[in-house]
């Protein structure tokens, strides 16, 4: 290979090929263990071998549609063997590819799409009439792809039947080139494009192998969404790039999953608290069931009670449960808690994960003492490098090389991390700043609490005090005055909460976060 190197003096006949496309890993499966199951979903199971043909035949069909290096194909499906067939393809190409959040009102789709210049979307058949609807405002969108039917959309199936046997080389990317685009959540503006480079991903498996020591033996559930970076990449492509394999849930359903793991003797999976506090309600289906498969569960998105954690450790013995913390920014988790420390250390989100970079940081950027408040700040090679076309927000993420997370959190004497709070939800009441996890702990422990989520309240006094919004067990009856009392015996009389207000769920974006700007919307003045 030729081409331009930006080092000065390479002799351009010596430089070698980048091959950090994430997509060469099939063939690399392919060749050594065609035969091996890797995909199942339902009925479906596809082997490294079929998965390689189905990928090359996609490939090579996406291509004629004009896909190529630096396009953007969206997905827009939920949890299916098509979906990791699309992100080999897509890769294989030199382009991106677009998981969007099926969650969200056309109205968002559109900007994402628009702001994306995605040239074709890939869909499930109920999202179909939604998407016709928009497309007239995407002038950048040329095709649009159904896996299953859709008047006036192009067969997924009849992409993949046109060209069977096709040999599709995968495009030779620098690591920095774009492998996908993610976007935030957009919790607090418009939704921001993470671009996610093959470099990345590849960063960010390596560190999950070291980590979790996944080889071709591992046998991962998904059951998170795959457009989120929790079902992607922790396990997801990590299992995958080791040569493991998915059995993959649809949908997330605490029963559908627990059958899942005893049925395929699942050894790992992925699941935000609020998908663990699901299976924990299961108590029956869990005492029934064959799960001494399960190795490891690997968690984040939001912080879990302490009592939860010991819950979960209680009910399954040796398990590693790998608390950890990340962001889409980072391609996933940068800290998980190492097996040996779970019980010493509850509460913290552990280590950082090899060949990556944590510490905690004042106003200005410079390292916090151990023990003290500060801003997680990350580097390292799976953190992202830039905002899709928005240069502000990029330069205003960074602080010489260090990723500024947004988070509030501290690290002890032994560099563990424990997050504190989102640095937006943090109240100050008369001067004095309340970590709301701290007091949403101490509500999650109360017999009759399934969630809770504590918010500012305005407050003419104190500037503001806290507001708890909880979710009750079925029947519980539970007063503001018993919940009150039930704080003040185990937080400082600041901390406990002024006001309660029952709701009947938690307002969540797809990693498991909740949405406490929905929360602040929703909730009545008067509590």
């Known amino acids: 290979m030729t081409g331009r190197s930006t080092e000065p003096g390479v002799d351009q006949r010596w430089r070698q090929p980048q091959m950090e496309n994430f997509a060469s890993t099939l063939d690399h499966q392919a060749e050594r263990r065609p035969d091996k199951v890797v995909l199942t979903c339902g009925d479906r199971t596809l082997t490294n071998a079929?998965?390689?043909?189905?990928?090359?035949?996609?490939?090579?069909?996406?291509?004629?549609?004009?896909?190529?290096?630096?396009?953007?194909?969206?997905?827009l499906l939920y949890n299916c063997t098509e979906f990791l067939e699309?992100?080999?393809?897509?890769?294989?190409?030199?382009?991106?590819?677009?998981?969007?959040?099926?969650?969200?009102?056309?109205?968002?789709?559109?900007?994402?799409?628009?702001?994306?210049?995605?040239?074709?979307?890939?869909?499930?058949?109920?999202?179909?009439?939604?998407?016709?609807?928009?497309?007239?405002?995407?002038?950048?969108?040329?095709?649009?792809?159904?896996?299953?039917?859709?008047?006036?959309?192009?067969?997924?199936?009849?992409?993949?039947?046109?060209?069977?046997?096709?040999?599709?080389?995968?495009?030779?990317?620098?690591?920095?080139?774009?492998?996908?685009?993610?976007?935030?959540?957009?919790?607090?503006?418009?939704p921001k494009g993470v671009c996610i480079s093959h470099r990345n991903v590849v960063w960010k498996n390596l560190?999950?192998?070291?980590?979790?020591?996944?080889?071709?033996?591992?046998?991962?559930?998904?059951?998170?969404?795959?457009?989120?970076?929790?079902?992607?990449?922790?396990?997801?492509?990590?299992?995958?790039?080791?040569?493991?394999?998915?059995?993959i849930q649809r949908k997330f359903?605490?029963?559908?999953?627990?059958?899942?793991?005893?049925?395929?003797?699942?050894?790992?999976v992925w699941m935000a608290p609020a998908m663990v506090n699901g299976v924990l309600q299961q108590q029956d289906a869990l005492a029934a069931a064959d799960l001494s498969s399960l190795r490891l569960i690997m968690s984040g998105g939001e912080k879990m009670p302490e009592s939860r954690l010991a819950?979960?450790?209680?009910?399954?013995?040796?398990?590693?449960?790998?608390?950890?913390?990340?962001?889409?920014?980072?391609?996933?988790?940068?800290t998980f808690m190492p097996h040996d420390r779970m019980r010493e250390k509850l509460g913290s989100v552990g280590r950082p994960l090899p060949h990556n970079q944590v510490r905690v940081a004042d106003d200005d950027g410079h390292s916090v003492p151990a023990g003290q408040v500060g801003e997680v700040l990350v580097r390292g090679p799976k953190v992202f490098s830039a905002y899709w076309r928005d240069?502000?927000?990029?330069?205003?993420?960074?602080?010489?090389?260090?990723?500024?997370?947004?988070?509030?959190?501290?690290?002890?004497?032994?560099?563990?991390?424990?997050?504190e709070d989102r640095k937006k939800d943090m109240i100050v009441s008369g001067g004095e700043n309340i970590a709301t996890p701290e007091v949403e702990r101490v509500l999650w422990e109360h017999p009759d609490v399934v969630e809770a989520a504590v918010i500012g309240h305005p407050d003419e006094r104190w500037g503001e005090v806290p507001h708890a919004c909880v979710v009750l067990r079925d029947g519980?009856?539970?007063?503001?005055?018993?919940?009150?009392?039930?704080?003040?015996?185990?937080?400082?009389?600041?901390?406990?909460p002024r006001y309660y207000t029952r709701v009947p769920t938690l307002p969540r974006n797809p990693s498991g976060k909740v949405l406490k700007k929905d929360l602040r919307t929703s909730v009545t003045a008067g509590g």
């Not at 519980?476 to 406990?496: G, H, M, N, W």
């Open 50 to 75: 079929q998965l390689h043909e189905r990928v090359n035949a996609l490939a090579q069909s996406l291509r004629d549609l004009g896909v190529g290096r630096g396009d953007i194909v969206a997905i």
């Open 86 to 190: 699309l992100v080999y393809a897509v890769n294989r190409l030199g382009a991106a590819f677009l998981p969007l959040n099926y969650r969200l009102a056309p109205a968002e789709w559109q900007y994402i799409l628009g702001h994306a210049e995605a040239k074709v979307v890939v869909a499930d058949p109920e999202f179909t009439p939604a998407v016709t609807g928009i497309a007239a405002e995407l002038p950048a969108l040329e095709h649009t792809v159904v896996v299953g039917e859709a008047e006036g959309w192009t067969s997924y199936e009849e992409l993949v039947g046109r060209n069977t046997g096709a040999r599709v080389p995968v495009v030779d990317v620098d690591g920095g080139e774009l492998s996908r685009l993610m976007y935030t959540s957009g919790t607090t503006a418009r």
């Open 207 to 247: 560190g999950y192998l070291i980590q979790f020591g996944f080889t071709d033996t591992e046998v991962t559930a998904v059951t998170g969404p795959l457009y989120h970076v929790g079902a992607m990449d922790m396990g997801g492509v990590a299992t995958l790039h080791a040569g493991g394999s998915l059995v």
């Open 253 to 268: 359903e605490p029963l559908g999953l627990i059958d899942l793991i005893a049925r395929h003797r699942a050894t790992s």
């Open 311 to 334: 819950t979960v450790l209680d009910l399954f013995p040796g398990l590693w449960f790998a608390d950890a913390y990340g962001l889409t920014e980072t391609t996933s988790s940068d």
């Open 391 to 419: 240069q502000g927000a990029t330069e205003r993420s960074f602080v010489d090389g260090w990723f500024r997370t947004g988070d509030v959190g501290r690290m002890d004497e032994d560099g563990f991390l424990y997050i």
């Open 476 to 496: 519980a009856t539970v007063t503001d005055e018993e919940l009150r009392a039930f704080c003040q015996e185990r937080l400082a009389k600041f901390k406990v």
